[in-house]
């Protein structure tokens, strides 16, 4: 059984990783207008991950008997600079993440709700991971600057990336 706090919380949580699912859509959107196919995959596959993360909380409050309230998702942005550009307000998005994951950890260990605080462990490591693997990145692209040839030897590697449903991975 969640506190009324608690689970408006959570649905708070569901908005913010449907908005991130969002950004990441849009960034997949610009990278493949902007002829970066393997920028656009690495950002669709992130969207997918985003899904996940938002059916995750979704299931939790359905389990826990709470009420899944949907609200409006956020307008993102539709243009960026550069690759490093998109990089580095994912990071920066990230960050807000996990700040808010931390919040709600917080909250669980304040209201004693232990069964909360378990479930949002696995948003505490995943977030570690998503800063790694966007602080990997922005260092790639600073290093490749302005170099055309840089670019698209990057832009091969990120079109390798593959999702994973949570089914099949190791959570
Ligand atoms: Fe759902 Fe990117 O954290």
Redesign the pocket.
Known sequence: MLSEKMADALNGQVNK?MY?AYLYMSMSAYSTYTGLKGFANWFMVQYQ??MT?TMKIYDYLNAQGAQVKLAAIAQPPTEFVSPLDMFEKTLEH?KF?TKSINELVDLAIQENDHATNIFLQWFVT??IE?EGNDTEIISELKLIGEDGRGLLMLDRELAQRVFVPPAASSE
Do not use: I, R
Request: net charge negative; proline share 0%; charged share 60%.
């Open positions: 990783e991130s991950e985003e993360h990230e993440v995943e977030q998503e």
